[in-house]
């Protein structure tokens, strides 16, 4: 008996005499209300179908998307038996580009299906409920297809028709009538002709006294289905009205205590559930008293409340996963100035964030005015280079506003050096604000050029990114940026420590570094190491004379000067003072007596200016060794370069000498304060003699001394 029922016999109960008054009334309107209620009945169970349907179908959808975020075969096969399994759908089919079949499971209903998505008006029998997605490549070109099918059976009809109390008929097309149904055999005919001549919310009568009503198929309901309830007509009308009026007497008292107690226990119960729910209690369930409107509300509480904590089990795991994601990258950030590493880690962060199949990170070279690719997920970014404010990431990076979208529908058309894609979002770095409106009268600004842009593309699911995805992709986007300019930042400071801030080259600290590596790879190798050992002559006398912002401008110009003579291999040292060290990979005695000639042609043929119109002419004391012929460790060919230095300036200075003893042992051979080097194309400049005015004489002698650094 319905809620309505039980209300209105305890209305009976409450008020028999109106009651018995207007029973000749109701006796001559109980059969149209019957067919109302009918109706109504054939309404609410309209819903029910639609919202089972429904279920059934975001069910099959959901197994489609588990098969379709997999493209390895194996593993297809694996996930599709598990969904089987599961009971997410009776069957998994995958077929290719030309539609044959790659993967079918055991028990997937034969076609044809009727398709959730596509509901066909006149086709059938349907033999399964399906939902098809289209699966893609990295590159956007089909692959072919994914079917999700439900087998519609006899069972599947039976619970239908339990849902909604109601009888429930799967209509086959003409000529074959009805596939399944819950009707009764006699009455199946009258009712499959009644569905008929219905259309939208209509109903008709049968002849035998049931009510029918068509429901489907329509988007989201692809199934034609018919529902059948009885009339209501009643035989013996007045005589059961009197017999229930005299009953209601007899029974008012024990019919208004049970009426009152079933009517709102289950009430009280749905009421007590929601309030659990309301508090967090996700768990609450109403148990089910019966099939009425209030157990078919319960039925509902009870579905929405499961489902509510599946979807809050799946956000807590996907947040798990985010946090994890997180974490990787704050370790990374923390531990490493490796760019291209912590760009990937941002990259796929977000991807992971957004469900994104694919994107890759680009940053501006100020140089070139173009963006190179730094690092890509799911796309290869190697070579490529986009032009300043061409194609979706060159706009992106010159106007610096993000955008998001699809390339068919809102463009821009892609640059041949872009990924091909659907679906995009892309935000930029470093850019200072969104691009205002133009004022009338006033000039626009220039806009912002970002420093690089991160891009995501094709969501997993064939969804569009929305405006969340565009603040989620401008806070990592905000990371990238930061770590660009911290591993900047690290290099450069990097840089500044191993240097020499006044001339610019390496410092002693990098030295004793770079030749122990040095050493190490000519040991590993078999090959030479030659070392050179620079002393500028009488440098004290150039502080003396003209002060040490002269000697400061004399060390830059000898600075310059190694740098014009060795190759692009070799490193040049300050060791401290006017004393310096060049490293020859790959260069034996004669090679090093060779770039020794060539410094100190260097030096000398050139005065050095320091002042205006004044200039002061130096020269340089070298001193040479070679490993592993003059010294078999790092520090001793050191120890021997400065050995041969002190030779040279103890022969009198403005030459060299090669370390002695060893393989590599060579005569020194001297060079003359005129002497000219080979025609080798080195830079080189005249002039010899002591210090003098720029383009003057020689003025005096210099006065020989025999300790280093004079």
């Known amino acids: 008996m319905t809620l309505r029922g039980r209300l209105t016999a305890a209305f009976l109960a409450v008020v028999l005499g109106p009651v018995l008054l207007s029973a000749l009334f109701v006796g001559g309107t109980v059969a149209a209300v019957g067919r109302d209620r009918a109706a109504e009945r054939l309404g609410v169970a309209a819903t029910a179908v639609r919202t089972s349907v429904s279920s059934l179908c975001q069910q099959l959808q ?6 379709a975020v997999t493209t390895d075969p194996a593993r297809q096969t694996e996930v599709a038996s598990q969904v089987v ?19 079918r499971t055991p028990g997937s209903p034969d076609r044809p299906w009727a398709d959730c998505a596509r509901p066909a008006t006149d086709a059938g029998p349907f033999l399964g409920l399906a939902v098809r997605i289209e699966t893609r490549d990295a590159a956007g070109a089909p ?40 009707e009764s055999p006699g009455a199946l005919s009258a009712v499959v002709a009644a569905a008929g001549s219905v259309r939208g919310d209509a109903v008709a009568e049968t002849s035998d006294g049931r009510v029918v009503r068509r429901v489907g198929p329509a988007p989201g309901q692809p199934l034609p289905l018919v529902l059948s309830v009885p009339t209501g007509h009643l035989q013996g009308l007045y005589a059961l009205l009197v017999c229930a009026v005299v009953l209601a007497a007899l029974c008012a008292v024990g019919a208004a205590w049970s009426l009152a107690r079933s009517t709102t226990r289950p009430l009280a119960e749905l009421a007590g559930a929601a309030d659990r729910v309301a508090g967090g209690d996700l768990a609450a369930r109403v148990p089910l008293r019966g099939h009425d409107e209030v157990g078919r509300l319960a039925v509902a509480f009870n579905r929405m409340t499961r489902e509510t904590q599946a979807y809050v089990r799946a956000l807590t795991t996907s947040r798990d996963q985010l946090r994890g994601h997180l974490a990787v990258l704050g370790d990374t950030l923390s531990s490493t100035h490796d760019l ?11 991807g992971a964030a957004t469900g ?7 940053l501006l070279d100020p140089a070139t005015g173009t963006l190179v690719g730094q690092c890509g997920l799911g796309v290869e970014v190697a070579g490529r280079r986009v032009p300043l404010g061409a194609g979706l990431l060159g706009g992106i990076a010159a106007t610096g506003v993000p955008r998001r979208g699809r390339v068919d529908r809102d463009g821009p058309p892609l640059s041949p050096f872009e990924p091909t894609c659907h679906t995009y979002v ?18 626009p600004p220039d806009p912002p050029t970002a420093s690089g842009v991160l891009a995501l593309y094709d969501r997993l699911g064939s969804d569009e990114f929305d405006d969340a995805d565009v603040i989620t992709l401008r806070t990592f986007a905000g990371q990238a940026a930061v770590a660009v300019d911290n591993v900047r930042v690290h290099q450069e400071a990097q840089r500044l420590s191993l240097t020499d801030p006044l001339t610019g080259l390496w410092n002693y600290r990098y030295l004793k570094e770079s030749i122990r590596r040095e050493v190490e790879r000519a040991s590993r190798f078999g090959r030479m190491l030659a070392v050179l050992a620079l002393d500028l002559d009488r440098f004290k006398e150039v502080n003396d004379t003209y002060g040490h912002a002269a000697g400061d401008a004399v060390l830059v110009d000898f600075a310059r000067r190694i740098r014009g003579v060795v190759r692009e291999v070799d490193l ?14 790959e260069t034996d005695a004669e090679g090093a007596a060779i770039v020794a000639r060539r410094l100190g042609a260097a030096v000398r043929d050139e005065p050095f200016d320091i002042d205006g119109p004044r200039a002061v002419d130096v020269t340089v004391s070298i001193g040479i060794a070679v490993f592993p012929g003059h010294a078999a460790t790092a520090q001793a060919v050191l120890d021997a370069a400065d050995d041969a230095l002190y030779a040279a300036k103890a022969a009198g200075r403005d030459g060299f000498r090669t370390a002695p003893g060893g393989r590599a042992e060579r005569a020194e051979i001297p060079v003359a304060a005129a002497a000219v080097p080979p025609a ?16 003057g004489a020689s003025s005096g002698t210099q006065p020989p001394r025999q300790t280093r650094g004079g």
């Open 680 to 695: 080798d194309n080195q830079p080189r400049a005249g002039g010899g003699g002591p210090i003098r005015p720029a383009g």
């Open 572 to 585: 040049a040292f300050r060791q401290g003072g006017e004393e310096f060290v060049v490293l020859l990979p």
């Open 85 to 103: 399994a599961r009971g997410l759908a009776s069957g998994v089919v995958v077929e290719g580009v030309d539609g044959v079949p790659t993967l």
């Open 340 to 350: 291209q590493r912590i760009l990937q880690v941002i990259l796929e962060t977000a």
């Open 426 to 443: 892309a935000v930029p770095f470093n850019v200072s604000g969104p691009a205002t409106e133009p004022v009338p009268g006033v000039l």
């Open 143 to 182: 692959l072919g297809a994914i079917w999700a099918t439900h087998d519609l059976d006899a069972g599947t009809v039976g619970r239908l028709a339990g849902a909604t109390g109601t009888a429930v008929t799967l209509l086959g097309g003409a000529p074959a009538g009805a596939v399944h149904s819950t």
């Open 62 to 67: 959901a197994a489609a998307d588990a098969v």
């Open 356 to 362: 994104a199949s694919g994107g890759v990170v680009l």
